[in-house]
């Protein structure tokens, strides 16, 4: 059993940046794929990045490539999401997410991670 929890979330003025944690324990942080997922209300949890066990592979929503940064530290079984640029639209709940997975590295799906943190809030005002 894997428990995640996110921080660093807060407000921000848009143009400015936020780095989001997510500490891991309770399992073997290295093995796992993670991933960035972000709600606002009403609509459904959306993709955001995710990073393979080995940060050789990493991808991206079109929405935040380029702005956004996934990466991930194993000896600190943290992953991070460096946020630059920020924009009005994302504003949202932003969660973690760690999955096995064995025909890919990793997955922007969300059906495809089995532990998820408990999410942080992320405004970016104007």
């Known amino acids: 059993q894997v428990q995640l929890v996110e921080s660093g979330g807060g407000l921000v003025q848009a143009g400015g940046s936020l780095r989001l944690s997510c500490a891991a324990s309770g399992g073997t942080f290295s093995s796992y794929a993670m991933g960035w997922f972000r709600q606002t209300p009403g609509k459904e949890r959306e993709f955001v990045a995710t990073?393979?066990?080995?940060?050789?592979?990493?991808s991206y929503a079109d929405s935040v490539k380029g702005r956004f940064t996934i990466s991930r530290d194993n000896a600190r079984n943290t992953v991070y999401l460096q946020m630059n640029s920020l924009q009005l639209e994302d504003t949202a709940v932003y969660y973690c997410?760690?999955?096995?997975?064995?025909?890919?590295?990793?997955?922007?799906?969300?059906?495809?991670?089995?532990?998820w943190g408990q999410g942080t809030q992320v405004t970016v005002s104007s």
């Open positions: 990073i393979d066990w080995s940060s050789r592979t990493t």
């Open positions: 997410a760690a999955g096995l997975f064995e025909a890919a590295p990793s997955s922007p799906l969300e059906y495809d991670y089995s532990y």
